[in-house]
């Protein structure tokens, strides 16, 4: 009985890429095996998917099909491929991945692979003041490090490691499983020595072979001019240690900053409330204005309102990026007296004796009533 054309089988063209290749095998496999199929053939079509995708999968075994055909791959025709189907090096791991999320090759050795170490994450509590000038602190924080007793051995001694004497110091093994596509081998981390390819005889007593110990690490931390809460920064390699050669992770200090009771700030601006009296706003004044540099003399014209807001520019916080300052903002509020003396009193009746006060001010008065006619 002749054999079926393999694109045919597999419901594809000869035009068809790699990929569409291998979903249209995995779609039939899937649908034909014994295992899984209720169709009466399901066995014999199944066979007959495994045989296309064994050719057409394979570059050269696909240009010799497309140039003879079936006659390729029969020794009887004096083409020296070989006779009928087999399985021989044929690798089901990816299509056994595809369904059921197994069957993936480890690569060889790749537990030995120099890897960095894990990073580290520390919250640091500045006050507001040193939020804008920075400052240099020590700190100690809890860290891997190399064992001070094996030097990152693990062992007592260089003589104390040998081969894995099951992966025979390749840190990897092959394991045979069975799966709806018969038995499969895949290669995976040696569970003996999880990959080191080494046997620790006699392990270090302080780190009992892993090599690092913990320890609290004094370390600076430089806090940089114009931080903020929930900005951080990086410092290079002073997280964990690395392993089989790798670099130490990254210690990251995430900054929290105390609020202050007389500033306010507003990305690189300072707010600072003021308050003034009766007199200095209507009679205008000079008066001395705290800063984080220190006091400023500000002037306040006269008929100044509540709620007026002025701008030092230059004396606000310094951007953490490009050093530059940003502005502080004075914001004045004219304090109504709670209590006030027989003198101060008196000088206030006197006062509304003579002031222009809304109802007197014609003008003032009637752009007052037109707002709610």
Same mark, same amino acid.
């Given at each position: ?110 537990? $030995? ?140 200090? &995430? ?36 800063? &984080? ?77 037109? $707002?709610?006619?």
């Amino acid at each position: 009985m002749a054999k079926k054309d393999y694109y045919e089988v597999l419901g594809i063209g000869k035009s068809s890429s790699e990929d569409e290749i291998k979903k249209a095998y995995r779609k039939l496999a899937k649908k034909y095996h014994p295992d899984v199929s209720t169709e009466s053939n399901a066995e014999e079509k199944f066979k007959e998917v495994q045989e296309a995708y064994e050719v057409l999968s394979d570059a050269p075994k696909k240009a010799q099909y497309d140039q003879f055909g079936h006659a390729a791959f029969d020794q009887s025709q004096g083409f020296g491929g070989q006779g009928g189907f087999g399985q021989g090096d044929f690798d089901f791991g990816d299509i056994f991945s595809a369904f059921f999320g197994g069957g993936q090759r480890t690569s060889r050795g790749s537990s $030995n692979r120099p890897r960095k170490g894990n990073d580290i994450q520390r919250r640091m509590t500045i006050s507001f003041e040193e939020s804008i000038f920075g400052k240099k602190e020590k700190i100690r924080i809890p860290v891997y490090d190399e064992c001070h007793v094996c030097h990152g051995l693990g062992a007592k001694s260089k003589s104390d490691i040998k081969a894995c004497s099951r992966c025979h110091g390749s840190g990897t093994v092959v394991v045979e499983q069975q799966t709806l596509f018969g038995r499969t081998q895949t290669r995976t981390t040696c569970p003996t020595c999880n990959g080191t390819g080494k046997e620790i005889i006699n392990k270090c007593s302080n780190c009992n072979g892993e090599g690092v110990e913990k320890i609290n690490k004094e370390i600076e931390v430089n806090v940089p001019k114009g931080i903020e809460t929930g900005q951080q920064i990086r410092l290079e390699n002073f997280g964990n240690k690395g392993s089989n050669g790798g670099p130490n992770g990254d210690l990251y200090i &995430v900054f929290e900053v105390r609020p202050s009771d007389t500033y306010v700030r507003q990305g690189d601006d300072i707010i600072i409330n003021v308050p003034i009296t009766f007199a200095q706003a209507a009679l205008g004044t000079e008066i001395e204005v705290p800063t &984080v540099y220190g006091q400023v003399l500000l002037k306040v014209p006269s008929g100044t309102q509540s709620d007026a807001k002025f701008r030092l520019r230059g004396k606000g916080a310094p951007n953490v990026r490009t050093k530059v300052k940003g502005d502080q903002h004075v914001i004045l509020t004219v304090v109504t007296p709670s209590k006030l003396t027989r003198e101060q009193k008196k000088v206030f009746e006197q006062l509304s004796k003579v002031e222009d006060t809304p109802q007197k001010n014609k003008n003032f008065w009637s752009k007052f009533k037109d $707002n709610f006619k």
